[in-house]
């Protein structure tokens, strides 16, 4: 293999070790998974213009520094699932990546926002289960008509407000189980027709809009939960 096809990713581990690896530059998709990396330098990636999916699940990571991935037009899937992250240095936008898939589950939380991470509106799977989140923020939504998969529960999040949703027609999973939620306005749920699966805990109060309590075309997951709804 010409060296000059290929990346060499530097990185530490839980036992100070310092390690490298080398990767064809040419290749799509790139695991490091599992190697107890506590930290890494992706500025490697940078010139991987074929890259488009990033596996770093299972690591024990403490922050991150995505910035060089904002060169990597083609990546559309980033998996640090499973890490110890405390902090996350954001890509440049708006230029960077158009994600179709990101997965942040069992992160325990970071201090970046997580619309600061989804740099476009391709975005189809989002998966933040399993942290410490406290609250949820779904504006950068809007411009996601796309999303399929909004997952997260195992959290700690109070408050979260769904409306943002009503602008993704497609959503087929919305989990938000095992979240101290109070009370939880689902009116917007009588616009997503193609959801398969909705979860929340059972003593949940779930409120909505009065106007769509007789409505002819009702979704087929409203039917599941109508009879716990306080209309308001």
């Not at 499973?82 to 898939?101: K, T, V």
Request: glycine share 4%.
């Amino acid at each position: 293999m010409d060296m000059m096809r290929r990346a060499i990713i530097r990185y530490k581990t839980d036992m100070g070790e310092d390690l490298e690896t080398q990767i064809d530059s040419s290749v799509n998709r790139v695991e490091l998974e599992g190697l107890d990396i506590a930290s890494i330098d992706l500025s490697a990636l940078a010139s991987m213009n074929s890259l488009e999916e990033l596996s770093l699940k299972n690591n024990r990571m403490t922050q991150i520094d995505l910035r060089p991935l904002s060169h990597c037009r083609s990546l559309r899937a980033i998996d640090i699932s499973f890490n110890r992250l405390e902090y996350i240095i954001p890509m440049y936008l708006p230029n960077g990546p158009q994600f179709e898939s990101i997965d942040l589950s069992g992160t325990t939380g970071t201090t970046v926002k997580v619309s600061e991470l989804i740099p476009g509106n391709e975005l189809r799977w989002f998966y933040a289960q399993h942290n410490l989140l406290k609250e949820l923020d779904l504006s950068w939504l809007i411009a996601s008509r796309d999303l399929e998969y909004l997952v997260v529960s195992n959290n700690q999040i109070r408050h979260i407000n769904l409306r943002p949703l009503m602008c993704t027609p497609r959503l087929r999973y919305l989990l938000l189980n095992n979240n101290p939620i109070d009370t939880l306005d689902v009116t917007p749920l009588f616009y997503l027709y193609d959801l398969e699966a909705f979860s929340v805990d059972v003593d949940v109060r779930l409120v909505a809009d009065r106007r769509f309590r007789y409505g002819p075309d009702q979704p087929l997951h409203i039917a599941k939960i109508v009879h716990k709804i306080e209309w308001v």
